[in-house]
Antibody
Framework: LQLVESGGNLIQPGKSLRLSCTAS????????MQWVRQAPGKGLEWVAG????????RYADSVKGRFTISRDNAENSLSLQMNSLRVDDTAVYYC???????????????WGQGTTVIVSS | EIVLTQSPVTLSLSPGDSATLTCRAS???????LAWYQQKPGQSPRLLIF???SRASGIPERFSGTASETDFTLTISRLEPEDFAVYYC????????FGGGTKVEI
């Protein structure tokens, strides 16, 4: 099982960025997926989650209205479209596999290595 | 929204000691949706315990978890050098919440 994130970059406040996560080694379309971030020196913060078929999306209040999670089950990929980026969005962004099909996953049983987003002028 | 408070923030121990980490929820929650993760410096988090007391695949028996309605405990018996890390609890409700973490240091 492998999750590989990409798309992280240094970007100016107010700009947009799209992160991707490519999954392999499991039946991607059977499981919900999550994005979790970690600001430098800080703890883990859940960002967004999506159900197995994309019908249910949920977001942390801190990103609601700015970020959009999506998935392409045909391509085994997960995305996070981040708009109106702020300095406090600076973090390592992890994609994580949920243990069930619904967004409210009991646990996240596999994590990618993370991709770094730095929002700075 | 459920708030998870982990204590202590830092635990200073020696190899061979036992560690007891606590995660307190702001209201009664189902242990089915409670999990613990380990994160070492420069690495991604790793699932340790789920359903409050079940070990994830490959996790040594020295890791165990217990649960009540609001209090969840992760115990590491006989600390090994590789166990010194940061530990997070996590609850899934209408949104997903992490505790602030406990650093187990030498």
């Amino acid at each position: 099982l492998q999750l590989v994130e990409s798309g992280g970059n240094l970007i100016q406040p107010g700009k947009s960025l799209r992160l991707s996560c490519t999954a392999s080694g499991f039946s991607f379309n059977d499981y919900a997926m999550q994005w979790v971030r970690q600001a430098p020196g800080k703890g883990l913060e859940w960002v967004a989650g999506i159900s197995w078929n994309g019908d249910d999306e949920r977001y942390a209040d801190s990103v609601k209205g700015r970020f959009t999670i999506s998935r392409d089950n045909a391509e085994n990929s997960l995305s996070l479209q981040m708009n109106s980026l702020r300095v406090d969005d600076t973090a390592v962004y992890y994609c994580a596999k949920g243990s069930s099909w619904e967004v409210r996953v009991p646990r996240m049983d596999a994590w990618g290595q993370g991709t770094t987003v730095i929002v700075s002028s | 929204e459920i708030v998870l408070t982990q204590s202590p923030v830092t635990l200073s121990l020696s190899p061979g000691d036992s560690a007891t980490l606590t995660c307190r929820a702001s209201q009664s929650v189902s242990s089915f949706y409670l999990a613990w993760y380990q994160q070492k410096p420069g690495q991604s988090p790793r699932l340790l315990i789920f359903g409050a007391g079940s070990r994830a695949s490959g996790i040594p028996e020295r890791f165990s978890g217990t649960a009540s309605e609001t209090d969840f405990t992760l115990t590491i018996s006989r600390l090994e050098p590789e166990d010194f890390a940061v530990y997070y609890c996590q609850f899934s409700g209408s949104s997903i919440t992490f505790g602030g973490g406990t650093k187990v240091e030498i």
